[in-house]
């Protein structure tokens, strides 16, 4: 039996290395033709060495003495073969999941856990009721929202060459192996191209740049994918319970942080927001544009053979103001006419879209609308704008009538549902921008304000309690601080510019263009009180006229909790904030709905890996209890990044580890660097994270997850003592031990991070030295590059070692927490998938870049004696004999895959030592930042 099950196991993951295998020898033979063969050699020794190292047959020195001294013009191919020898595993790995599963479903195996099809059984099992369901989903969302600091290292033009060799691996698994020559030539054409682009930008991206990148995924995968979702889940969600009007809005609706996160980012100004708005507005219209068109070149049912509908009739007849163009294809009339008037309603919002083949931006917007490829516009001049888009659905939804109508259902249910599912879910805007800022910056920006309009001259200056009377008494009136020719210093200027920019937005694509304002450092209801001021400024907040007038905002206020003691504080803050009458009578315009956020990072950097995951989950045990005592309605957005040091993991585990309540059919979470890539790059993929987010929401949601019970208390208490014990850990190294600052700025490339062009945003919030000032992705990615990972990990060892104590019912009390909760069993197995990334062996070869000796030895020997510590005490409660025991698929994927990574961290150290002993050549500089590049698409995770 045990050896039928290992072949099994060997059939199945042989065709991945056997894609491993062709692509590698691509590889190879590229760069023996345009290298030669010295170069390829080496990096063939190279190669065989490390895989040496794996199977423990030599030493990490063996690689380190083939690089020592190597000529940089040596040194920068043989690093980019060993980045793109990873690009091509990871590509072959998505391919091989890909294979997987689909030979699971073949198979007739049981849906697996994160698919929709597995929670839909579960929700059968449970025998719900509907209205109970129908209370639950009230307001239901679903949000991935891509962030305003992407960590992607790939450069586009790398990116769009792997689409293409993944595009023809899949193709090539399907032909015979005599049948494969053509398409094999043409993989090696794209290697070629693959092998000829550079790996890096010379320049640091733009925000510009940032904006296109994440729309970039509507047209690969989520203008597709998305709608078809929200569907499934109504359509499925309603048979179950029918007559009960479930998900009247689509629960899925994506957003962005991409041109409206201002916090610590200087290039974000008013025309950068109208830009990241318009632009996404664009991208909508250009896709129902040609839909309309494609829609009107199949519907030519002729009124010959077909009725229709008056309603349809009547669109038909408006179609055309020439009565000849198909005179008996009412269908295609009315659909004529109705791209008339949708482009006009284009050129209104957008300021006009260009003929096809244009190159002129419209209207003074700044961009160009994407055409329709209809080979002109419709000929309709006097054609009316679309008040909104459920103006357009009206007529979409009289098409689809008259066609179910006449026994043509099946038309109806093809192009032209899908295209009204698309105007549901993505309206006007496409997706929502989120506005964000700091707190510190409002309090200069609100004093300014305040002292230019004589209110009080000194806002900083007061206390508390009067910030906030002030502040209230301000939102009360419909008096503006600034006159027409106010002075105001740049920042103000700047500030109030971006709020009137989103006002404009609003005003043009609807409410939910912008639908939130987000406070970074929220610390105090004066920091709440200052957004809505500045709100108010702007135009978007209306204080209401009348003595009984209640104020009200399209806007969401929300607060974003990140230190551990503010996440302590959270529920107190908002709930004082919303004793006061100004401030609850927005909330209850909104139907007592608000938006609390969560922040992952600084948690993580201000009190290590587990103190700060059990501050999240005591801050959402507070809120929802607060909500629950005052009838709110509370949405939780949680700030993840892609890595576990962020708040990363698998998001369906992610979102069952949530405590009960916290998930009320609503859940919105950040998407950035690799990850967002990986999710949304490719139509499978997207299709499969989308689900398991709605999978996990639904659970959490309509399902006890928790399961606890009455152990729930004890439990809590027991995570509160061993979340002290790992801060106090963390904080022995992090924030007590002399020269830690020093140690880890010459330990890591956290000084070279900020020269890696991943993103607009400057790598500190301010000019320091300080951990406490340096923002969370370098922090992460320079440990993650020395494979030390400590954000991820760094505390949890001791806090448990300490509280078991050698105490056998201790340790099978943690035993059982782990088998029970979802939630320390997700804290767990993640801090398991980033330790298992670690490499303390290399990370000793990062060590000695320190200069102090003593330093040196002081603070490596306390992260190698905590790594083996959490290693150990991991090992004891969780039964497993190594750390990827419930995870094979990333244990199959760190095989295949590290060997590549030795050579790029020993490079990196090498070229480390070169420049900072003084060689600061170009090349050098451009050496270590291709390892970096390496580094993160292997490890799959930069920051």
């Known amino acids: 039996m045990g050896e039928s099950r290992i072949e099994t196991e060997q059939d199945a993951i042989r065709p991945l290395r056997d894609d491993i295998r062709f692509l590698g020898g691509v590889l190879g033979d590229t760069i023996r033709d345009h290298e030669g063969p010295e170069v390829f050699d080496l990096i063939e020794r190279v190669r065989i060495e490390a895989f040496r190292v794996r199977r423990e047959e030599v030493g990490r020195s063996a690689v380190a003495r083939m690089l020592d001294g190597v000529d940089i013009a040596v040194a920068l191919p043989l690093i980019r073969a060993f980045s793109h020898f990873v690009l091509l595993a990871n590509l072959a790995e998505d391919i091989q999941r890909d294979r997987r599963r689909a030979a699971h479903i073949a198979a007739g195996e049981p849906p697996q856990d994160s698919s929709l099809a597995a929670t839909y059984r579960k929700l059968d099992a449970a025998e719900l009721d509907g209205d109970a369901v129908a209370d639950l989903l ?17 450069r586009r033009s790398v990116f769009d060459v792997q689409t293409r060799i993944t595009e023809l691996m899949r193709q090539r698994q399907r032909y015979p192996e005599g049948e494969r020559d053509e398409l094999e030539s043409r993989i090696r054409g794209q290697v070629l191209t693959l092998w000829r682009t550079a790996l890096i930008r010379l320049a640091r991206l733009r925000i510009q740049d940032e904006i296109a990148v994440g729309l970039r995924y509507y047209d690969l995968t989520l203008l597709e994918v998305i709608p078809r979702i929200n569907a499934e889940v109504r359509a499925a969600l309603r048979s179950r319970w029918p007559g009960v009007e479930l998900l009247p809005r689509p629960i899925l609706r994506p957003g962005s942080w991409i041109g409206g996160d201002r916090d610590g980012n200087p290039y974000v100004t008013p025309e950068v927001v109208r830009q990241a708005a318009y632009s996404a507005s664009a991208v909508a219209f250009g896709h129902y544009l040609h839909e309309l068109v494609e829609l009107e070149k199949s519907l030519a049912l002729s009124a010959r053979l077909v009725p229709v509908t008056l309603e349809v009739a009547a669109l038909a007849a408006a179609g055309y103001t020439d009565p000849a163009p198909h005179a008996d294809e009412p269908y295609r009339r009315a659909l004529h006419g109705i791209r008339s008037k949708l482009t006009a309603t284009a050129q209104r919002a957008l300021g006009g879209i260009p003929m096809p083949g244009a190159e002129r931006t419209g209207g003074g917007k700044g961009f ?26 009206d007529d979409l939804d009289a098409i689809d009538a008259s066609l179910r109508a006449s026994g043509d259902g099946l038309l109806a249910d093809d192009r032209l549902a899908a295209l009204r599912h698309s105007i549901e879910t993505f309206g006007f805007h496409l997706q929502s921008l989120d506005m964000r800022q700091n707190s510190e910056v409002h309090e200069q920006v609100v004093a300014e304000l305040l002292a230019w309009a004589g209110v009080h001259d000194d806002y900083a ?45 609003v005003d043009t694509l609807g409410a939910a263009a912008v639908p939130n304002y987000i406070i970074s450092m929220c610390t105090s209801v004066s920091d709440m009180l200052e957004a809505a001021l500045l709100l108010k400024e702007g135009g978007l907040l209306d ?57 992952y990072s600084d948690s993580n950097k201000d009190g290590g890996y587990l103190a700060a995951n059990w501050a999240l989950y005591r801050a959402e045990l507070d809120l ?147 951990v406490s000032d340096l923002r969370a992705i370098p922090w992460v990615m320079a440990w993650s590059q020395a494979r030390v990972m400590l954000p991820g990990w760094y505390g949890t060892g001791t806090a448990l070692e300490e509280w078991v104590g050698g105490d056998p019912e201790r340790l099978a009390r943690l035993s059982e927490l782990y088998r029970r909760w979802p939630f320390f069993r997700t804290v767990l197995s993640n801090l398991a998938q980033v330790m298992a990334k670690s490499d303390l062996d290399i990370a000793a070869r990062y060590a000695e870049l320190v200069d102090d000796i003593a330093l040196r030895e002081h603070i490596f020997g306390m992260i190698r004696d905590e790594h083996a510590r959490t290693v150990r005490m991991h090992a ?55 390892t970096m590049n390496g580094l993160a698409t292997a490890l799959r995770n930069s920051g």
């Open 461 to 505: 200056g007061l206390p508390e309690a009067q910030r906030v009377e002030l502040l209230s008494n301000e939102l009360r009136t419909r008096r503006p601080l600034l006159g027409p020719h106010a002075r105001l210093s740049e920042l103000a200027a700047k500030e109030l510019g971006i709020v009137r920019a989103a006002k404009e937005v």
């Open 138 to 154: 009230t307001d239901a969302l679903v949000s991935p929202v891509i962030t305003a600091h992407p960590t992607e290292t790939r």
């Open 543 to 599: 204080p209401g006229s009348g003595p009984d007038a209640s104020p009200s905002c399209p806007v969401g206020i929300v607060p974003l909790f990140e230190t551990i003691e503010d996440l302590r504080a959270g529920a107190a803050t908002l709930a004082a904030t919303l004793e006061l009458p100004v401030y609850r009578d927005l909330v209850a315009a909104k139907g007592m709905r608000q938006e609390v956020m969560l922040g």
């Open 876 to 930: 004891a409660i969780t039964g497993n004999d190594h750390l990827l025991a419930d995870n094979p698929s990333l244990a199959e994927s760190i095989h295949n895959r590290f060997p590549y990574l030795e050579p790029l961290n020993q490079m990196q150290v090498e070229l480390l030592k070169r420049l900072r002993a003084g060689d600061d050549s170009e090349l050098v500089k451009r050496g270590i930042l291709l």
């Open 368 to 393: 160009v609308v994407p055409t329709t490829g209809s080979g002109g516009l419709p000929d309709a001049p006097a054609a009316q704008p679309y008040s909104d888009p459920q103006a357009l659905l």
């Open 624 to 770: 929802v209890e607060m909500a629950r005592k005052i009838g709110l309605r509370l949405r939780l957005f949680h700030g993840r990044g892609g890595t576990v040091g962020r708040g990363g993991g698998r998001s369906y585990d992610a979102i069952l580890a949530q405590p009960a309540g916290a998930v009320r059919g609503s859940l919105r979470l950040t998407e950035q660097g690799e990850v967002i890539a990986a999710k949304y790059a490719e139509p499978g993929a997207a299709l499969r994270n989308l689900e398991s987010l709605i999978a996990g929401t639904l659970e959490s949601t309509l399902l006890d997850v928790e399961g606890l019970g009455a152990d729930a208390e004890p439990s809590y208490e027991l995570m509160d003592e061993l979340a002290a014990r790992a801060r106090a850990a963390y904080a022995r190294l992090v924030h007590e031990t002399p020269g830690f600052v020093e140690y880890f700025r010459q330990s890591t490339p956290v000084a070279e991070v900020g020269d890696l062009n991943i993103g607009s945003r400057p790598a500190s919030r301010k000019p320091t030295s300080s």
